[in-house]
């Protein structure tokens, strides 16, 4: 854009030869202010800048993306929570995904495959390098709602037409993709390589990183759900993008806290007001105000592990200077943003 518009101010500078000089001199600055305003708007408002290198060797994780699978701004959303992500353009916001770089041995994977994978998957290969390979060596899914696989038709033939790109995914979702168009023709075009995982069973992915599945409760429609433990060299994480409340899992959450480093867990939705007050408890999902108060009794230490992840567009946390995202900070919780480095 910029470039265009250099050759734009020039050529027209040219033209304005024949006008008396301070008429010429006018309209060049006139046009030279226009420029460096388009420019400014693209970077501030809709302007997605990607990513540089990291330059350190080692396993990071990188969150890609924080948004409930609808995204931010939302379909058809009237209310103030968009509004003016519409007017000024707004699109930075990206759907929950994690990226797994191991730097030593040059592989990258994506943690779900979501409708932005084509900025998310642009955005893991700068972080490697911007000469590495565009696809991601494996791609791991939690389950089948929009959010979280339907990213992987831009792998199919109308996009990106990949070559057996691996995607790990759990028994039940990989029936639904393989029975189930279009998706099975991502299987038999060999876009995709289906490698089937199982509860709790670690997938070694080089030798300083491995991931394990672990089921969780939710609406399992098409699909069970899992969430990821991922081990690197020094430390581990836990992704939870969506689950039922804490009670309903067969594991207690705070202990599973404990045994990692980090823990992306659900926060769809702060508290009530964002549902017209209507019952939390009956929303299946768990709200931030009541895990923060499930886990206010925990050490500071253990409380600065949670990292909040997966908002719907209503969240007041997606606004970090929101009063809500200053109280979450406050009782030592973490809330997670785009482009966000941890090193494992
Ligand atoms: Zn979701
Ligand atoms: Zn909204
Ligand atoms: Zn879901």
């Known amino acids: 854009m910029k470039t265009s518009n250099t050759i734009k101010l020039t050529s027209n500078c040219r033209k304005n030869q024949f006008l008396p000089l301070w008429v ?3 309209f060049c600055v006139m046009m030279l202010a226009w420029s460096v305003m388009v420019s400014q708007d ?4 809709s302007g997605d800048l990607l990513p540089k290198a990291i330059k350190k060797e080692g ?3 990188i969150v890609l993306g924080t948004v409930q699978d609808a995204g931010s701004p939302h379909i058809a959303c009237k209310k103030i929570c968009c509004a003016e992500l519409y007017n000024t353009n707004d699109f930075r916001r990206k759907v929950v995904s994690l990226g797994l770089l191991d730097t030593r041995n040059k592989k990258k994977y994506l943690l779900e495959a979501t409708p932005d994978i084509t900025y998310q998957m642009k955005a893991l290969k700068r972080f490697e390098h911007n000469d590495s390979k565009e696809t991601p060596d494996g791609i791991f899914l939690t389950h089948a709602h929009i959010g979280h696989y339907t990213g992987l038709m831009y792998l199919g033939k109308e996009a990106m037409n990949a070559d057996k790109v691996k995607v790990y995914a759990m028994p039940k979702m990989k029936h639904f993709l393989e029975q189930n168009g279009p998706w099975s023709q991502l299987i038999s075009n060999h876009n995709i390589l289906i490698h089937e995982i199982t509860n709790q069973k670690e997938v070694l992915l080089t030798t300083s990183l491995k ?5 969780v409760p939710h609406r399992d429609e098409y699909s ?3 969430g990821y433990v991922i081990q690197g060299p020094k430390k581990s994480a836990l992704f939870i993008p969506d ?3 804490w009670e309903k899992w067969n594991l207690d959450i ?3 806290i404990k045994k990692v480093d980090y823990a992306f867990l659900d926060a769809t939705f702060f508290d009530g007001k964002e549902i017209n007050n209507r019952d939390i408890s009956q929303i299946p999902h768990p709200f931030i105000v009541e895990s923060m108060k499930k886990f206010e009794g925990m050490h500071i230490e253990e409380r600065n592990k949670i990292i909040f992840i ?3 567009h209503t969240n007041p946390v997606l606004n970090p200077e929101s009063a809500e995202s200053k109280t979450v900070e406050k009782n030592g919780f973490r809330i997670a943003r785009r482009n966000d480095i941890f090193q494992l």
Do not use: A, M, S, Y
Not at 42 to 45: A, Y
Not at 211 to 215: A, C, E, H, K, Y
């Open 59 to 61: 396993t990071f994780l």
């Open 254 to 256: 705070t202990e599973e």
């Open 24 to 26: 010429g001199i006018q």
């Open 310 to 312: 997966h908002f719907n």
């Open 243 to 245: 689950i039922d409340k």
């Open 224 to 226: 069970e759900t899992v």
């Open 211 to 215: 991931v394990i599945p672990v089921r």
């Open 42 to 45: 693209q970077n501030n408002k």
